[in-house]
């Protein structure tokens, strides 16, 4: 299974203030990488996933990750903030053939 | 259906009693996942069932918890003799995967809340 670490247990940021998760993989073969988010009290939904092609990959809400084969990240970017983005986000990354293994999760709280 | 169901959504029990999770896949689903988050916890992995195959009981903590798929579309998680540290959000997840095109998307039900008593 694959091994996935997300570096930052607790992201505080300003609103309107860019933010980067970062997310690392152990896999060197070709993997699918996903980020998803939980909202307070609500259930996991996918926010953006790279199966294969743009190494830039847009999701929804404005967020944006960048797939780097060589550095194995699957860093996730915002450049500005809203309180509503307050959530934990969650890297996962699946093999063909094999089940999805998730990250630890980051909590992101954005403060006015 | 149109999302993933489970139920109950909420579950209250006292310690030492036996509870069920029911989880309803999206229709033609071949993957199911159960995960556990315990509170400012992150995902755990408890059990995963891909078509027929041997489901991956990795996960599980203890031969207390079990889990079965029946006819290859809802699943049943049992815990027996329930213990406080039982207490979780139980989730289920499922894929549209098959062997050959696993690409790992997984749709998230809403959870079931465990409190133990």
């Known amino acids: 299974a694959q091994s996935v670490t997300q570096l930052d247990s607790q992201v505080p940021v300003f609103e309107e203030a860019p933010v980067e998760l970062r997310c690392n993989y152990s896999?060197?073969?070709?993997?699918?990488l996903f980020w998803y988010v939980q909202y307070p009290n609500q259930g996991l939904q996918l926010l953006l996933k790279y199966l294969s092609g743009s190494t830039l990959v847009k999701g929804i809400n404005g967020f944006e990750a960048e797939f780097n084969k060589s550095q194995t990240s699957f860093h996730l970017r915002k450049p500005s903030v809203h309180i509503s983005d307050t959530a934990e986000y969650f890297c996962?990354?699946?093999?063909?053939?094999?089940?999805?293994?998730f990250g630890a999760g980051t909590t992101v709280t954005v403060r006015a | 259906g149109a999302g993933v169901s489970q139920s109950p959504s909420n579950k209250v029990t006292e310690k030492g009693k036996d509870v069920e999770l029911r989880c309803d896949p999206i229709?033609?689903?071949?993957?199911l996942y159960w995960y556990r988050q315990s509170l400012g916890q992150g995902l755990e992995f408890l059990i995963y069932f891909q078509g027929n195959s041997a489901p991956d009981k990795s996960g599980l903590p203890s031969d207390r918890f079990s889990a079965e798929r029946t006819g290859g579309s809802v699943s049943t998680l049992t815990i027996q003799r329930t213990q406080q540290e039982d207490s979780a959000v139980y989730l289920c997840?499922?894929?549209?995967?098959?062997?050959?095109?696993?690409?790992?998307?997984?749709?998230f039900g809403e959870g079931s809340r465990l409190t133990v008593l």
């Open positions: 229709s033609g689903h071949t993957a």
């Open positions: 996962a990354v699946s093999r063909r053939k094999e089940k999805l293994s």
């Open positions: 997840a499922s894929s549209a995967t098959g062997l050959a095109s696993n690409t790992g998307e997984l749709f």
């Open positions: 896999s060197s073969v070709s993997v699918y």
